[in-house]
């Protein structure tokens, strides 16, 4: 079983600065000028979160039809283990790794996976989202 103490060793190796904010749970700072990932040990699993962009409010269902189509899309073909979902207003990206058996390789290539794939998809996403004033 992975313990803190081997997660906060990978984040010195992945050479991020990894802040626990409380037990079991750390944020790993935005890169870049992305976003900050979310890491969260919840046993059996750990998860990875980022956010990745706000949903118009007012925008409803169907003018976001090719939006979803394309998260679905990406999910499908991009983002092998991990997903992209909505909670609220917000675009999420994440990742789930088992604790028992995660090792440095693992964690570094799910956080590169994230960070890689909300930079790169990000400005193509962007374009299938409405803007309020359109309509």
């Known amino acids: 079983m992975t313990t803190y103490d081997d997660l906060e060793s990978y984040f010195i190796r992945m050479g991020v600065a990894?802040?626990?904010v409380e037990e079991g749970m750390w944020v790993i700072p935005?890169?870049?000028g992305g976003a900050p990932v979310g890491v969260r040990?919840?046993?059996p699993l750990l998860l990875l979160r980022m956010k990745v962009m706000e949903l118009p409010r007012d925008a409803d269902d169907t003018r976001l039809a090719a939006f979803y189509?394309?998260?679905l899309e990406l999910?499908?073909?991009?983002i092998v283990?991990?997903?992209y979902g909505i909670e609220a207003d917000q675009v999420v990206l994440s990742h789930a790794l088992e604790l028992d058996t995660?090792?440095?390789?693992?964690?570094?290539s799910?956080?590169?996976?994230l960070t890689m794939a909300a930079s790169s998809h990000l400005p193509g996403l962007a374009q299938l989202v409405p803007v309020a004033h359109e309509g």
Not at 75 to 78: F, G, I, K, L, Y
Not at 102 to 108: C, N, Q
Not at 110 to 113: D, T
């Open 81 to 83: 283990h991990g997903s």
């Open 41 to 43: 040990a919840e046993p």
């Open 110 to 113: 799910a956080y590169e996976s």
């Open 75 to 78: 999910n499908a073909t991009d």
């Open 69 to 71: 189509r394309r998260l």
């Open 18 to 20: 990894a802040e626990q």
């Open 30 to 32: 935005p890169a870049d």
């Open 102 to 108: 995660l090792d440095f390789e693992e964690l570094r």
